[in-house]
């Protein structure tokens, strides 16, 4: 199937297109794990070691989004998902970037910063202020129980039955901004290749796993994704 006439398509973007909107990325060189042992702040063992520290690195984090805004990137992936219907957005991102910029039921595999979760209950809350040990959860009523509702390394990623339905059906898979170095999701494009879709990368630079897509578009996200959104839709007229 000519790639400019898909019936479905699944985008995935990573820390890449938030970059440009004040949000540090990961795995970059200076990236967020090159400054803080991702061991003590992304997973459940380093959580209860430390939780106060855990707390205000992602109070911290939560602050700093409230003063992001969506670009030109956000805005493309918006007007693609609008325009063509069957898109379904997957982000590895726990920003409201997505969100923000009006995108429809986007699938936050890594969970949302802006939400709070009780390890006790399971109870997920919107969640725009700071949390801290000492809060108690108002469904069950524990305290210390209220954490950051964000996939941590060792946990399952949220939604992962109904991303692996999407790409098996896909026809058009499209990675944006992302390492390729971090599974499931660097196996995504595999996947989607399994099925024989056409595979598009949109990076600053190639991933680990860019020699698995079949075309490729390199620079600042707010760049590139518009530019390769408008001449998508451009051929799909």
Same mark, same amino acid.
């Given at each position: 199937m000519p790639i400019d006439s898909p019936r479905s398509i699944v985008v995935l973007t990573g820390a890449g297109i938030s970059a440009e909107s004040g949000l540090g990325t990961f795995r970059d060189k200076d990236g967020i794990w090159t400054r803080y042992p991702l061991e003590d702040l992304a997973t459940p063992e380093g959580f209860a070691r430390n939780p106060e520290f855990v707390q205000q690195f992602y109070?911290?984090?939560?602050?700093?989004?409230?003063?992001?805004?969506?670009?030109?990137g956000h805005e493309a992936l918006t007007r693609l998902q609008k325009a063509h219907g069957a898109v379904t957005l997957v982000t590895q991102n726990v920003d409201n970037l997505h969100e923000q910029a009006g995108a429809d039921d986007v699938v936050h595999m890594h969970g949302e910063l802006a939400k709070s979760l009780c390890s006790n209950c399971g109870r997920r809350a919107m969640c725009d202020e700071d949390l801290h040990m000492d809060m108690t959860c108002p469904q069950c009523g524990s305290v210390g129980t209220l954490r950051p509702d964000v996939v941590w390394f060792g946990e399952i990623p949220y939604h992962m039955e109904r991303i692996e339905d999407a790409l098996s059906a896909c026809d058009l898979f499209i990675s944006i901004g992302t390492s390729g170095a971090v599974y499931p999701?660097?196996?995504?494009?595999?996947? /989607?290749? *399994?099925?024989?879709?056409?595979?598009?990368?949109?990076?600053?630079?190639?991933?680990?796993? /860019?020699? *698995?897509?079949?075309?490729?578009?390199?620079?600042s996200a707010s760049t590139v994704v518009p530019d390769w959104v408008d001449r998508f839709l451009a051929k799909a007229v």
């Open positions: 109070n911290d984090r939560r602050r700093q989004l409230r003063d992001a805004r969506a670009h030109a999701a660097a196996g995504f494009v595999q996947m /989607a290749r *399994a099925v024989a879709a056409k595979t598009v990368e949109l990076n600053l630079e190639p991933s680990e796993n /860019a020699y *698995a897509f079949d075309d490729a578009l390199y620079g």
